[in-house]
């Protein structure tokens, strides 16, 4: 059974950073694209960043103007998305997920199994 364990959500003020972590297990994880997609409330659930079986190829959402990273440790079966110079727009419920191919991809449903999320609040 795949599990996905997202952390390191919380409040934060506009302009300030928070890093978030999702630790897998169940699969090798170091077989599989991982990504992190996020939902605000009343929106649909929308795409942040992608990042392939090594870590040699990563996507993000345009939206993003560059203050996200993905990074993975596969030595930690874990996956990363450092936030910086956060909006209060950022504000959502943080999923990560895993895509059962070795590159990842903008569409959440060719992603096959997802954590409980975390939330993320950025005041103003």
């Known amino acids: 059974q795949v599990q996905l364990v997202e952390s390191g959500g919380g409040l934060v003020q506009a302009g300030g950073s928070l890093r978030l972590s999702c630790a897998a297990s169940?699969?090798?994880?170091?077989?599989?694209?991982m990504g992190w997609f996020r939902q605000a409330p009343g929106k649909e659930r929308e795409f942040v960043a992608a990042?392939?079986?090594?870590?040699?190829?990563?996507y993000y959402a345009d939206s993003l103007e560059g203050r996200f990273t993905i990074s993975r440790d596969n030595a930690k079966n874990t996956v990363y998305l450092q936030m910086n110079s956060l909006k209060p727009e950022d504000t959502a419920v943080y999923y990560c997920?895993?895509?059962?191919?070795?590159?990842?991809?903008?569409?959440?449903?060719?992603?096959?199994?997802w954590g409980q999320g975390t939330q993320v609040t950025v005041s103003s």
């Open positions: 990042i392939s079986w090594n870590g040699g190829i990563t």
């Open positions: 169940g699969r090798t994880f170091s077989s599989y694209a």
């Open positions: 997920a895993t895509k059962s191919t070795l590159v990842g991809g903008s569409n959440p449903q060719l992603y096959d199994y």
